[in-house]
């Protein structure tokens, strides 16, 4: 016959297994919350390179906060996944943001975006140049060993032309209203200030297999 100190162990085992079974059934809360870190976008865009993750920088040299946040770009773009597509958009989403960003896709042509990108967000705001014509940004690239009249048929081409227009249309399609916006995969805006913590999460979390 059980002793009463042993009919109470039981009892007490007993009680305690529904509470443990509830506890391990309970799910792990994620790190990030849909509608507070990121945005889960009504219309999906499809990504430039299909079947591959992809992450998309909108940003404008006009804007300090998108120069604040290229240290966190680069250091991301370091360690990302070798699989992971990044693409960056110079968007012109007002009149004053177009000479700059068709600066870019210059530099992007002629191949010198890794000697003039930072600098070019420097001048703009650390040292307060006025460079929001063709003219100020000729002169900014001469500085950087880039030949004038290469610089303003790159500004003005045609394959300038497209990449701004598909920039606007794009951010268009994402919703964005400012920079720097960050989407992933086509699918998720962005709104942490641990955007790439964020970025990370939404990455890992598509890649796993769906049930």
């Not at 680069?74 to 360690?79: H, Q």
């Not at 960003?101 to 600098?119: C, D, F, I, K, S």
């Amino acid at each position: 016959m059980p002793t009463p100190i042993r009919c109470l162990l039981l009892a007490l085992l007993a009680c305690a297994l529904p509470l443990a079974v509830a506890q391990a059934a309970d799910p792990v809360p994620p790190p990030f919350q849909e509608g507070q870190d990121y945005l889960r976008l009504a219309n999906p865009v499809p990504t430039s390179t299909p079947g591959q993750p992809e992450v998309v920088e909108l940003f404008s040299y006009t804007c300090p906060h998108c120069r604040s946040m290229q240290p966190m770009v680069r250091e991301w773009l370091a360690r990302k996944p070798e699989e992971v597509v990044f693409v960056k958009l110079a968007v012109a989403l007002g009149a004053n943001w177009e000479p700059s960003a068709r600066a870019y896709y210059a530099a992007q042509a002629l191949g010198v975006l890794e000697t003039t990108h930072q600098p070019l967000f420097d001048a703009i705001h650390r040292d307060q140049r006025s460079l929001n014509s063709e003219d100020g940004l000729a002169r900014f690239f001469a500085e950087h060993d880039v030949d004038q009249e290469a610089f303003r048929k790159a500004y003005n081409s045609f394959q300038t032309e497209t990449q701004l227009r598909r920039a606007r249309q794009l951010a268009q399609r994402y919703g964005v209203r400012g920079v720097p916006t960050v989407i992933v995969n086509g699918r998720y805006q962005v709104r942490s200030p641990r955007v790439f913590e964020v970025v990370d999460f939404l990455l890992a979390r598509d890649a796993e297999p769906q049930s």
